[in-house]
């Protein structure tokens, strides 16, 4: 009788077959015409919403979370695979560009005949999230950019849901094979050892990460430790500060600070996105609101590492001289934890950012009280690397200097709206300098999110048919070309 349970991790036997054959179906896979491998993520999104029934159960069990927001999220992850299929029809994702030879070229000396084209890295190891079970896990946003791109997928599975991994993985593995897609496309793996051994592997080319800093970290460096380093693009941890002005404050305060709760509390303070920090103006009607608000009932926290996690930084925001309580559930420590507000001022964040502005993954929120409103802008520029950054403002209001600052530090700028929320669309930036992510020029959610698993090759002087088809002037993909540098 097998001993093989949803938590065993991989042998190193079972690996190395993983590795091999994700060697192996590298080049095929890349091959395909990329509408060809647009019909193969709609049959995965096809297989994954038919299996609902049986993914969601699983995962309301592993994770806590209630069916209407797994049934929501299993939506949004088969919409991402089906709209990385719509760009991979389009073909614009190749930035495809031909330079004719020009004998006349003005440098001075002849231009060759030049053309350039996106192609896939090869094999990738991917990190499963945990706080998003199916949309930041096993087929969700890397893995859908990965293969969209032309690269086989190594899945590490994430330990808080194992059951839902192992279920996903062979839904998704039914469906590849029924496609005709060669076994190497997409493994899953499990255990720390399995995942960290997979990075290091000289086969695989590049990494993707959603997770802790100190995890990310770990692997970023790793990843660049290796004798042939690779591209690592980890999203690692964010504040998410946001930047109430006086006006605003004083037309709608009491408004601001419901909606502020409803963000902070969203899947009980989960999300990367959750607005760590508040910052108002002394004495505005935001602080009354939210000292008498009444927060919303405890909710359990995905797992046991995340309710500890919590708690430990709860504690040492808490216990810290300069920060108070200034609104609290029955028993913010406990299993489940109630939502906590804490308060401080502008002058003790500026004397303590290292121990203020860290994340506290959880339903915990620290408000800000400044005096002067030109003190945003230094105050903005105490933060690190950020996801996102808020200002909740008035038309006409003087914010130039405020947007510069917070545009350097976040991936994301948001004016009167809350960044709980990540929509899959064609101009999402989802990262942001580090330790928000540790490649700021790259999105993981978003179209734009599978140009991180390419590279450009160059082409010079080739006869058109040994040139990739996309490169060749027939153009038989029909995709958009720039041809002497227009479109």
């Known amino acids: 009788m097998s001993t093989t349970t ?18 192996q179906a590298a080049a095929p896979w890349a091959a395909l015409r990329p509408a060809a491998r647009a019909d193969i993520l709609d049959a995965v999104a096809d297989a994954l919403d038919a299996a609902g029934e049986t993914l969601i159960p699983i995962a309301m069990a592993e994770t806590n979370l209630p069916q209407a927001r797994l049934s929501g999220e299993l939506k949004r992850t088969t919409f991402q695979l089906r709209l990385f299929g719509e760009v991979l029809r389009d073909g614009a994702y190749l930035d495809a560009r031909i330079d004719h030879a020009d004998a006349q070229w003005p440098m001075g000396a002849p231009r060759p005949d030049l053309r350039r084209v996106l192609e896939p890295l090869g094999p990738v190891v991917i990190f499963a999230a945990s706080n998003f079970p199916f949309a930041f896990s096993v087929a969700g946003g890397d893995t859908a950019s990965a293969w969209a791109a032309g690269n086989p997928v190594i899945l590490k599975a994430h330990s808080g849901h194992p059951e839902l991994s192992r279920a996903t993985a062979s839904t998704i593995t039914v469906a590849l ?220 209001c003087e914010a130039g200097d405020l947007i510069e600052v917070l545009a350097r530090k976040a991936g994301r700028v948001l004016w009167n709206q809350w960044p709980t929320g990540v929509s899959v669309t064609y101009a999402q930036q989802h990262g942001g300098p580090y330790p928000a992510t540790t ?15 390419l590279r450009p090759v160059a082409y010079q002087g080739f006869p058109q048919g040994l040139l990739p088809e996309a490169l060749q002037d027939a153009n038989p993909l029909n995709v958009p070309q720039m041809i002497n540098g227009k479109r």
Request: charged share 15%; with cysteine; glycine share 10%.
């Open 439 to 453: 490649s700021v020029g790259s999105t993981s959610v978003g179209t734009a999110a599978i140009s991180r698993f």
């Open 177 to 396: 094979a029924a496609a005709g897609v060669p076994a190497g496309v997409f493994a899953l793996v499990l255990g720390t050892e399995a995942g960290a051994t997979a990075l290091k592997d000289p086969r695989v080319k590049a990494g993707g990460f959603t997770g802790s800093i100190p995890g990310g970290r770990a692997l970023f460096d790793m990843a660049n430790a290796r004798p042939e380093p690779i591209p690592f693009f980890g999203e690692l941890g964010s504040n998410n500060p946001v930047f109430v002005t006086a006006a605003a404050a004083t037309q709608r305060g009491a408004q601001i600070a419901s909606e502020f709760v409803g963000s902070f509390t969203m899947g009980a303070g989960q999300f990367c996105t959750k607005p760590g920090t508040i910052f108002v103006p002394r004495g505005s009607e935001i602080i009354e609101s939210l000292r008498a608000t009444e927060l919303p009932a405890p909710a359990v926290l995905l797992n046991k590492r995340i309710q500890s996690g919590y708690v430990e930084v709860l504690e040492a925001l808490s216990s810290h001289n300069k920060v108070s309580v200034l609104a609290q559930g029955s028993d913010p420590l406990a299993d489940p934890p109630s939502p906590t507000l804490l308060l401080t001022t502008a002058a003790d964040l500026l004397a303590h950012p290292e121990s203020l502005q860290t994340e506290c993954f959880g339903p915990t929120a620290l408000v800000v009280e400044y005096t002067n409103e030109s003190d945003l802008v230094a105050l903005a520029e105490s933060f690190e690397g950020q996801l996102t950054a808020t200002i909740i403002g008035t038309e006409g």
């Open 6 to 23: 949803a938590t065993t991790p991989t042998t190193a036997t079972e690996l190395e077959a993983i590795l091999a054959s994700a060697h």
